[in-house]
């Protein structure tokens, strides 16, 4: 654990490959919690993704990559959000109503997502990318491992 940690602490590249699909997975857990608890995701919900997208930003230290990094973590975690609320479709659940059930989700992710909380969270990543740049300046020591 501590050889993975050294080489992704060295490796800015591969850190910021590492970064964005757990940023998506991260997006997509607090959307599946607020999905299969409320109808629709609350303002709790949304302040906790705009948390994320702020320190994923940071953490990109640079504007174009957090744009790029945020577009595809956004991705990463609708296509989760699919895959996952598709799945009563493809299974013998609920062998009738599979395709209402995924149609409505789909829609509800979509509703859920865009266009005011995409943007929302676009810009908090943005916000984030130039603190990120203006107060990280320096690489971080990540030797808390060793004791």
Same mark, same amino acid.
């Given at each position: 654990? #501590? ?8 490796? #800015? ?6 970064? @964005? ?5 991260? &997006?997509?857990? @607090? ?23 702020? &320190? ?15 577009? /595809?973590?956004?991705? @990463? ?23 209402? &059930? #995924?149609?409505?989700?789909? @829609? ?10 995409? &943007? ?24 808390? /491992?060793?004791?």
């Amino acid at each position: 654990m #501590e050889k993975v940690v050294g080489r992704i602490a060295k490796n #800015e590249k591969l850190g910021e490959i590492l970064l @964005v699909p757990l940023w998506g997975g991260s &997006i997509a857990a @607090v959307l599946f919690n607020s999905l299969f608890q409320n109808p629709y995701p609350t303002f709790l919900h949304y302040l906790i993704i705009f948390s994320l997208c702020l &320190i994923a930003g940071a953490l990109m230290q640079d504007i174009a990559k957090a744009l790029l990094g945020f577009f /595809t973590a956004m991705a @990463v975690a609708i296509a989760i959000l699919i895959g996952v609320s598709s799945v009563p479709a493809f299974s013998a659940l609920s062998p009738e109503g599979g395709t209402f &059930i #995924e149609s409505l989700m789909i @829609v509800i992710i979509f509703q859920s997502t865009f266009p005011i909380p995409f &943007i929302t969270y676009l810009v908090a990543s943005m916000i984030g990318a130039l603190l990120g740049d203006r107060y990280l300046e320096g690489s971080f020591n990540l030797d808390w /491992t060793r004791s």
